[in-house]
């Protein structure tokens, strides 16, 4: 299963997919807030979300998983 | 201008004959199984590599007949010669795959060893075309652990960094010992799929630590141009290697004492002006790219790890036909903040544009250095401290343009004031700060604004402080003051930065009296 991780601790400032949706390589997947900045999180590889790990509002770690796709 | 191969054509055929029979043998390389094998690969033959790489293809070879009793190893695997590359001369070791795998043999490491020599003497670049096995083991003790052995070949690259520009091609593996030959070059650009560079195979992983793992993990080129960092740009054929390296030498002079060469002046690339790329909101990413692209010579960039870091950009690029280097914070990328990657990356940049007299350019817009549990434990302040030390020792002029915000140690590692830029260029959105106003207000305010029961209250309060935070760190206060040097109207950026640049081209700062400093990592 493909994974997506977070590259920088932050918390999640937008969640712009849904489960089950298909997103393609660079496609903005998430917004994290980091050091009073928007950061946004595009996809590496295309596929079909299969879960959405972290919500709005929930602090990530450098290296945990945001979303992973089928 | 250098003939391949000439003979001389006496009466003496006798003696004509066994000599070209042993050149032909010599330009054939190895076995014809090899050579089949590498076409599988997509790999050129060592001698079309160098035929690529030189002006006009030609080039003067030393060491031909090396190991040429042995009968099976032509040159010894290592191909040893001076050209011209955009009219520069050159000096180039090339290994040869073809003949045990590369493999470097006694005579191999001597080839090396005096084509270094000759780069030192006649002060020219020297390339290093790299596709070997390592070490020949039945060879050891004469190429191993002797004073002219591979260990050498590394003292020189040591000796010869910043003297010269050396560039690393590699175009196969690079194992073990052999892997520092692109870990001490200033640039390594990498064939993927082809190019490798790793201590211990997967092998030997397996069977010392266990790990099952492939080539391509432990040290492919994708790797090594994303996440280690050891390699600088990754390319998808041998001719893009070449291509890539031919266009990178012509930022450089051929050594430390001369001054590299400005070209003629070529129109920045069309497109939207800075005013329209760079947000307003401090806090909304753009490409700095595409502001990078308003500034330079329309197709002058040359991208050093691209793939590695991409919070912060580094390349080469002109400035009406002058070289520059550009270390640019990408707020598109993790916000444009600095990592221990990015500093790393920032860092060799820097030295590596000083070393050869390649004026620096800093891009700030940085909320400054990324903080947390991850990056303490990895020594962010170190690698910080290390980014600070290099920017801070480049002596070739320097210009600093605060672009939108410069927050914290972020000013200072992007040649802030204190840090002797030649200038310090503001844009009209510039903001210079310890921290941003809503970090500063929550800062000095926190107990204050819990204080305040009334909603309504708090955020008018909050609004307040912020207003007037933004006031005090108003970039015309700090020009007033002057902190900052100059502000310009970003579609006057260009020109302002060429006649800049041209204006500083003589500078010169003596080095303090000392050894050298003590580097923080």
């Known amino acids: 299963m493909k994974q997506l991780q977070s590259t920088m601790a932050g918390t999640v400032f937008t969640v712009n997919v849904k489960e089950g949706e298909e997103v393609t390589v660079g496609q903005t997947v998430m917004v994290l807030e980091s050091m009073k900045m928007e950061i946004p999180v595009e996809a590496e590889v295309a596929g079909k979300v299969a879960t959405i790990n972290s919500q709005v509002g929930d602090f990530v770690n450098e290296g945990d998983v945001l979303v992973t796709f089928e | ?298 197709g002058s960039f040359f991208d050093v790890k691209k793939l590695f870091a991409p919070e912060i950009i580094t390349g080469l690029a002109r400035i009406e036909g002058q070289p520059v280097g550009i270390i640019a914070n990408q707020p598109k990328a993790k916000g444009g903040v600095l990592f221990v990657d990015s500093a790393d990356k920032a860092t060799k940049f820097i030295n590596l544009c000083d070393a050869f007299s390649i004026p620096l350019l800093f891009l700030a817009d940085v909320p400054g250095f990324m903080i947390g549990t991850k990056v303490e434990r990895a020594g962010i302040i170190r690698h910080g401290a290390k980014l600070i030390m290099a920017m801070s020792s480049a002596t070739v002029p320097k210009i600093s343009v605060i672009v939108r915000k410069a927050y914290g140690a972020g000013l200072y590692a992007m040649a802030g004031p204190a840090f002797e830029p030649d200038v310090c260029i503001a844009l009209p959105t510039a903001q210079i700060a310890v921290m941003g106003p809503e970090a500063a207000v929550n800062a000095v305010y926190s107990n204050k604004i819990e204080a305040i029961e009334d909603p309504k209250e708090r955020i008018k309060f909050v609004q307040e402080k912020h207003h007037e935070y933004k006031e005090e760190i108003n970039i015309y206060k700090l020009a007033s003051e002057m902190i900052i040097d100059e502000i310009v109207k970003p579609s006057d950026l260009r020109s302002v930065l060429a006649d800049r640049y041209r204006a500083y081209s003589t500078k010169d700062i003596p080095q303090p009296p000392r050894k050298h400093p003590v580097y923080p990592v």
Request: aromatic share 8%.
């Open chain 2, 1 to 298: 201008m250098y003939a391949k191969g000439a003979t001389r054509v006496t009466e003496n055929t006798t003696y004509n004959e066994q000599l070209e029979e042993k050149l032909e043998k010599i330009f054939a390389g190895g076995q014809p199984k090899y050579h089949e094998k590498m076409k599988e690969q997509n790999k050129l033959f060592v001698r079309d590599r160098l035929a690529l790489l030189f002006d006009e293809g030609s080039y003067l070879e030393d060491g031909r007949f090396a190991n040429c009793e042995a009968n099976d190893l032509p040159a010894d695997g290592v191909v040893t010669a001076m050209g011209k590359v955009n009219g520069q001369t050159v000096c180039v070791m090339a290994n040869d795959s073809t003949v045990k795998a590369g493999s470097w043999g006694s005579r191999t490491v001597e080839k090396i060893i005096r084509i270094q020599e000759i780069a030192e003497k006649n002060r020219v670049p020297m390339l290093y075309l790299v596709d070997s096995a390592g070490a020949r083991i039945t060879d050891q003790l004469d190429m191993f652990p002797n004073r002219r052995g591979a260990g050498k070949i590394f003292h020189n690259q040591v000796r010869l960094s910043g003297f010269i520009p050396q560039i690393c091609l590699l175009f196969g593996p690079s194992a073990a010992g052999g892997a520092y030959i692109p870990a001490f070059c200033d640039i390594v650009i990498m064939v993927e799929g082809n190019a490798s560079m790793y201590l211990g195979s997967p092998r030997m992983a397996e069977k010392v630590i266990g790990e099952k793992v492939s080539l391509e993990e432990m040290g492919g080129a994708r790797m090594h141009c994303s996440i280690s960092g050891c390699g600088d740009v990754l390319v998808t054929s041998e001719e893009d290697a070449i291509s890539e390296a031919r266009r990178y030498l012509a930022y450089f002079p051929a050594n430390f004492t001369e001054k590299p060469k400005v070209i003629e002046t070529i129109a920045s690339k069309e497109g939207r002006s800075l005013e329209a790329i760079i947000p307003e909101n401090q806090n909304a990413p753009f490409d700095m790219y595409e502001a990078i692209d308003q500034l330079i010579d329309e």
